[in-house]
């Protein structure tokens, strides 16, 4: 069976998103490679340092990262080599590894937050004005809804604010 082409509306939003996909994503790098991290680091420090511990379940940082469980060992590998993270036994389930931030991994991604929140800024809110801006927001919230019901990121995309950081502004949190 045949898929209906996608309307004029729909191919322009869709051909829109992958240039912003690709080229936004892209624009993040300088600063993260400045900092000696790749963007996959950044996100996983980001999200351990917003859990009350600073601590995760392995395979919970996989499926929020959308990453196979291989590629994040990888990197998880590479990140406890230079100090950021550790790794142990879950201690409720020796199956499992637990993942806690250190405080160098603090203290990397704090250093690369305030670039990385102007790169942010930058390529993808300066183009927009406040209503578009909403309406960027409310679409993406409700596209990421449908792809996923994980209770962290549904609580983040709800509220924009996560543990541990509660009164602080979304873009502030260095996400």
Known sequence: MDAEPLNETEARAWRSFVVVWRKGLAGLDPTFQEHGMI??????????????????CA????????LSSSRLSHRLTIMEARGDITR????DDARKVEVTIT???RRRIAA?????IADVRRLMFDP?????????ADALMTIAS????????????????????????FEDRGS
């Open 146 to 169: 449908h792809l996923t019901d994980h209770p962290f990121l549904t609580r983040y995309l709800a509220t924009g604010i996560s543990s541990g950081n509660e009164g602080r502004r």
């Open 59 to 66: 395979g919970e940082l996989a499926d929020l990262g959308g």
């Open 103 to 105: 405080a160098q991994g």
């Open 112 to 116: 690369a937050r305030s670039q990385h």
């Open 88 to 91: 142990y036994p879950a201690t």
């Open 39 to 56: 963007h996959t680091e950044y996100r996983v420090m980001a999200v351990l340092s917003e859990q009350p511990r600073g601590t995760m």
């Open 128 to 136: 927009l004005d406040e209503e578009q801006t909403t309406a960027l």
